[in-house]
């Protein structure tokens, strides 16, 4: 086993969203700082979107399932028992190298759900704890907006950039839901309307190609907007690094981590404090590796993988007669709408979902079963017509419907495959509940009337389809009570006090919006929480 050289202050394991919030808090108060991240820096040379074959080659460069990747870097899982697909990108960056940038803070009842609505949990901390965070990630993001949405409470903060523009498609919803008399706002993305050097972006020429590799480097990922200035500034990032176990002392404590690389070499890093920030999967599943215990790691409470998310996501399409130019846009999000985001007494279901509006996309996306549905194919006979018919006038909602958590859906490790490594690998274990499937036709039905208000001459229900999971959240569960929860409001283990969790893992519950704002927000306040308590720090002698 090669070993570091050098102890460090803290080890991240991870470098998406959170680890890369993390990392430059830390390195802002000088703390030495080294991150493991399993894959690699991503190849823009492979972003194909100002090329004739992108839609040809997307799945080939830049693919959702880890499974279906000839080249995964990351770790393989098991999703025979789950109704959903998770869909990652593991490298520098994390999955925000296919997120649709969809920008959404949690709104106040999001953070008070037992008190509310009866179920799930309370946050240990409000909406407005985290509002100060918000603003300081979404400049270091790069967020586009406008100010005032009248669903939030109002603020004083903007967001750094103006809103993308509203296309045709999305000024006819808009005025569909003005007659309605339904909420609507301009859309938040993390994508850049104008240059912004203070995050390394450029502007967006609005290609509706955000989710596979952005060509002009506007959509905001932390390999852009983060990682070049904290490695410049003297974070060790190590690359190809397959974090297999943290380690931990006699004082059970932890001491750092050991980690495979791509060439099979095993290799050791000692720091005062670990942070963990490898996802809703990852994070639970290198706990549950990682101990003394057939347990895993800081799992007294034996919650770590349970209570697992996935956000249910709905889609609905309006198909207009003339050509609304939506091979074009942002995706992204051109507006979206909260009008049945609150729990209704009058409805079967508790909470409620986000719909964000987005463009048709090009020809192959109208071919594909998502959004479209398998059962709206139209291939065969009549294809041509079909085709036309879908090209440059269509457009859809989105809609992210919150998720409750439920101890039965769970990461587990399997007790029959292993990893190239020879690790267990995940198992996921899911089933979308009766509330949600009760909250997606609810939705479903009122998009199809939003749609249909827009003018629409055809409106098309998409159909569940399995590889929708983006967001991977809940299973290593954040709360006051060290019986009740895995660690604490502050994202550190109630077992073992140098040891924290600053991804979606830690969420008590999902709400109903895309969740990346509030992994960035609640990472930054976590992370200065701990460099303030830095002289308590328990650490391994």
Known sequence: MRNHQERYDALIVGAGPSGAVAAKRLREDGFSVIVLEQGPWP??????????????TLDRYWPWDPNRDPNNPGYPFDDSESTLTPLMWNGVGGSALLWAAQWQRQMPSDFKVRTLDGVADDWPLSYEDLVPFYARVERDFGVSGLAGDPAFPATEDRPPMPAVPLREHGRRVAQAHNDLGWHWWPGTNAIATRDYAEANLRACTQRATCMRGCVEHAKSSPDLTHWPALVRGGVDLVTG??????????????????????????????????????????????????????????????????????????????????????????????????????????RDFVRGAKWGLLPGGGPLTATRSYPWGSENSIWGDGFQEGLRSRLSRSA??????????????????????????????????????????????????????????????????????????????????????????????????????????????????????NPTATIAALALRNTEHLVEERRFQKVAK
Request: charged share 25%; net charge negative; with cysteine.
């Open 43 to 56: 190849d823009y040379g492979n972003a194909r979107a100002d090329h004739p074959d992108y839609e040809l």
């Open 241 to 346: 690094a397959h974090v297999r176990r943290i380690t931990t002392g006699s004082d059970g404590l932890a001491t750092g981590a050991v980690y495979t690389d791509a060439d099979g070499r095993d290799h050791r890093v000692d720091a005062d404090i670990v942070i963990l920030c490898a996802n809703g999967i990852g994070t639970p599943r290198l706990m549950l590796l990682s101990g003394d215990s057939d347990d895993g790691l800081g799992n007294s409470t034996g919650l770590i993988g349970k209570r697992l998310m996935m956000h249910p996501l709905g889609q609905v399409i309006g198909v207009w007669d003339d050509d609304l130019g939506t091979t074009r846009g942002v995706h992204g999000q051109q507006m979206h709408s909260l009008e049945f985001y609150e729990t209704d007494d009058s």
């Open 396 to 513: 859809w909602w989105a809609i992210i419907s919150e998720d409750l958590p439920e101890e039965h859906n769970r990461i587990v490790l399997d007790p029959a495959r292993t990893d190239r490594w020879g690790d267990p690998i995940a198992k996921i274990e899911y089933t979308t509940s009766e509330n949600s499937d009760r909250m997606l036709k609810f939705h479903l039905d009122r998009a199809m009337e939003s749609m249909q208000a827009a003018g629409a001459s055809q409106v098309i229900r998409g159909s569940w389809i399995k590889e929708s999971a983006f967001h991977h959240l809940g299973t290593v569960l954040m709360g006051d009570d060290p019986e009740t929860s895995v660690v604490d409001g502050w994202g550190r283990s109630h077992d073992v006090p140098n040891l924290f969790v600053m991804d979606g893992s830690v969420m008590p519950t999902s709400s109903g919006m």
